[in-house]
């Protein structure tokens, strides 16, 4: 999974790239940067205790940093946009924190400003897609093709959407539909997850100037939410271990930011995580809620998948609650199940196959 983080100038974005990633970014360093996030599942660590393999693997998911997207800077935009076209979703960085020493971009004071902002960016910059492709085929000097004429009456339909300021991820398009725009990478088609960053009196206050507009703006767009506190949950971040937990309960959570970002990314991405256990290796894989067992042995390796003849699965809870697999085996509660099997939440499989 790849995740864009995107935002207005001087909104955090950077900050919580590096709480995310655990990467230090020099200022001066180039301005695209990459970096791999663990999802910490709690789950995965209970599981390695039991079967102490050689190997733990965490899910992960992949951010991505860009420069600011400032509205008085139509290159910047391109830059931006050009930069996340590839993105699975969009992290949404707002600045909600006050620091004297770093200014709040002109008519962006708040959250809510910066929303709405961002928000008119996103769409401006589709229906700008959406409008040119429109006229090269409004206006181009031979006959449509069946899939051009398609095409056209989809866009349309579209840039009515957008003049509406509605985002395009309201419209319900059909795989078909989503084929015939695909490379458009439009982006109010991506998931978009709003991250206000809050400094230490906010987050604890869970308060900050003009919240009430920004979450009735997230629930009207159907958006992901979360609260961070960059710069404080970074610092904690580089704590030791125990430390860190206290310090986290100080502050009033019991996760860090990873960990509640990626709960947050899950849902919103319909995302569920399996395990697969052993001496060798324990690991959680990331898997699209309703896939089947030959699609989970797909995610492992594409060979899983090829000689796929059965899976064996077991509930995490069972094994917990039972205490081990052959327990879970003899009160029959371990299932083998065909390829159509759907796989779900905390499932652990072991791929049967034949290559
Ligand atoms: N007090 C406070 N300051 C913060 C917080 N997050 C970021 N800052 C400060 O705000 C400034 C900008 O932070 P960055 O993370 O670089 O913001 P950015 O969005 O990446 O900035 P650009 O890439 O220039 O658009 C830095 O000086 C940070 O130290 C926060 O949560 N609290
Ligand atoms: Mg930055």
Redesign the pocket.
């Known amino acids: 999974m790849k995740i864009g983080i995107i935002?207005?100038?001087?909104?955090?974005?950077?900050?919580?790239?590096s709480l995310l990633t655990g990467i230090e970014v020099d200022?001066y360093a180039p301005i695209h940067q990459k970096g791999v996030a663990k999802v910490h599942d709690k789950r995965v660590d209970v599981l390695s205790k039991m079967y102490n393999p050689k190997k733990t693997t965490y899910a992960t998911l992949e951010f991505y940093?860009t420069?600011?997207l400032d509205p008085s800077d139509k290159k910047s935009r391109t830059q931006v946009f050009n930069m996340v076209q590839n993105a699975d979703a969009l992290l949404l960085?707002l600045r909600a924190?006050?620091?004297e020493?770093?200014v709040f971009p002109e008519n962006a004071e708040n959250a809510f400003k910066q929303l709405r902002s961002a928000l008119d960016e996103f769409i401006f910059r589709d229906l700008e897609v959406v409008s040119n492709r429109i006229d090269r085929l409004e206006n181009a000097k031979r006959k449509l093709d069946n899939r051009e004429e398609m095409e056209l009456k989809l866009l349309r339909g579209l840039r009515e959407v957008l003049e509406n300021e509605e985002f395009l991820s309201k419209y319900d398009l059909t795989e078909d539909q989503k084929k015939l725009i695909s490379s458009y990478s439009l982006v109010t088609l991506k998931p978009l997850i709003v991250a206000v960053?809050?400094?230490e009196k906010q987050f604890t206050n869970k308060s900050y100037p003009e919240k009430e507009k920004v979450l009735s703006q997230v629930k009207a767009y159907n958006f992901a939410y979360i609260e961070l506190?960059?710069?404080?949950e970074k610092e904690i971040q580089e704590l030791a271990e125990e430390e860190r937990e206290e310090f986290l309960k100080d502050l009033g959570v019991e996760e860090s930011g990873i960990e509640r970002l990626s709960r947050v990314v899950y849902n919103q991405l319909g995302l569920i995580s399996f395990f697969t256990v052993g001496p060798d290796e324990v690991r959680a894989w990331t898997l699209k809620k309703g896939s089947t067992a030959v699609e989970a042995a797909g995610v492992i390796h594409s060979d899983l998948a090829r000689g796929f003849i059965k899976a064996e699965v077991i509930k995490y809870e069972d094994l917990i609650n039972l205490g081990s697999e052959k327990e879970v085996k003899e009160k029959g509660l371990m299932k083998l199940v065909g390829k159509d099997h759907i796989i779900e939440d905390g499932d652990i499989i072991t791929i049967r196959f034949n290559v």
Request: charged share 15%; glycine share 10%; with cysteine.
């Open positions: 935002g207005l100038p001087q909104s955090g974005k950077t900050t919580i790239f200022p940093d420069p600011s960085v924190f006050e620091n020493s770093v960053n809050l400094d506190c960059g710069l404080m």
